[in-house]
């Protein structure tokens, strides 16, 4: 049985059920229960604190998790990025009062409050900055106006947080951040696990490319054709098959779902027709 990790709460739990549901996986459904088994697909899930989900995996009691890049990188845990899932994306980045600081050499001897120690100390060592860093559980953007920082480190999303708070970022961004899929480090490939781990993560590829993807169909002339499949090359090539009316093709590929209707436009400009876009439920590459 393979045994996955995944978010309990925040940020990351809502989005990671949501996207293992798709992916064909039974889930949860009090967001009380600490452990589900899904026996049709020999899998068991364990629901963990995000922050402790790259400890659990690294310690090799847990084969897989779901976490995001900023808390694997503060853990220091022995895990590593195998699928990047395109959810819970932020930046990690310095911010203050206006006129605090413009960025991190500026922050020698001051005092940097944050809920990820790992990553703010190594990056002020990697800078050659000695500052000091005071550890917070979260809503740091409060320890400036009560004094307990002049700095904070966090994660950005939207800005709104240091809007409301009256702070600004400074300097580069420190990192950017998503949901990820973590194995522990040099997890031999030979392990009896693999064929289940390459598996589920052939699923979870096919819900990103279901959600980013629109199967796109139409006719076109044979004269048309090279133009036609130069805007839809599909991910491998276009299949293209013969139709009654002599002259004539009908076309099917894949092609991103922000682009379908500005293509649609360009395929009825050469002279198209019954262009037609579906959505993908599933797939595998
Ligand atoms: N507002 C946000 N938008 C996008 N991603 C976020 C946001 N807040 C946190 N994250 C990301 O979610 C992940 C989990 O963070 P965390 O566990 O702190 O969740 P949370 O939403 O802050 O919940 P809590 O602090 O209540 O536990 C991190 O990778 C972080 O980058
Ligand atoms: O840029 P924004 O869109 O405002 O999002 C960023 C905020 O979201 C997270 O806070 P969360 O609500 O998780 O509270 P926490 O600080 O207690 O973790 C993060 O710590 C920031 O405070
Ligand atoms: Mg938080």
Redesign the pocket.
Same mark, same amino acid.
């Given at each position: 049985m393979l045994r996955i990790a995944v978010?309990n709460?925040? @940020?990351?739990s809502g989005p990671a059920a949501d996207m293992l549901h798709e992916a064909g996986y039974r889930q949860r459904r009090e967001s009380k229960e600490l452990r589900i088994v899904d026996p049709g697909n020999e899998v068991e899930f364990f629901y963990l604190?995000?922050?402790d989900i790259a400890i659990y995996v690294s310690s090799g009691r847990l084969d897989i998790g779901i976490?995001?890049?900023?808390?694997l990188v503060d853990s220091g845990a022995d895990a590593e990025e195998i699928l990047p899932l395109g959810f819970?994306?932020?930046t990690?980045r310095f911010a203050g009062k206006p006129g605090t600081a413009n960025g991190v050499a500026d922050l020698k001897g001051r005092t940097v409050a944050t @809920?990820y120690e790992g990553i703010v100390a190594r990056h002020l060592a990697d800078s050659g900055v000695d500052a000091s860093v005071v550890h917070l559980d979260?809503a740091v953007e409060t320890a400036i106006e009560l004094g307990v920082a002049e700095v904070i480190a966090d994660?950005v999303?939207?800005g709104t @947080?240091l809007r409301n708070a009256g702070l600004e970022v400074f300097g580069e961004p420190i990192m950017k @951040?998503?949901?990820i899929v973590i194995r522990r480090t040099g997890a031999d490939a030979e392990e009896a696990a693999e064929p289940k781990v390459q598996q589920f993560l052939r699923r979870l590829q096919g819900v990103l490319v279901a959600r980013t993807y629109v199967m796109m169909d139409y006719d076109c002339r044979v004269e048309q054709l090279e133009k036609a499949v130069a805007l839809t090359p599909g991910l491998e090539s276009p299949t293209v098959s013969p139709l009654h009316n002599e002259g004539w093709v009908a076309v099917r590929a894949m092609v991103p779902a922000k682009d379908a209707q500005r293509i649609m436009d360009d395929l009825y400009a050469i002279g198209a027709r019954a262009i037609l876009t579906t959505a993908i439920h599933a797939c595998r590459l």
């Open positions: 978010p709460k925040g @940020s990351l604190r995000p922050r976490t995001g890049r900023d808390l819970a994306r932020s990690f @809920s979260g994660v999303e939207t @947080s @951040s998503e949901a």
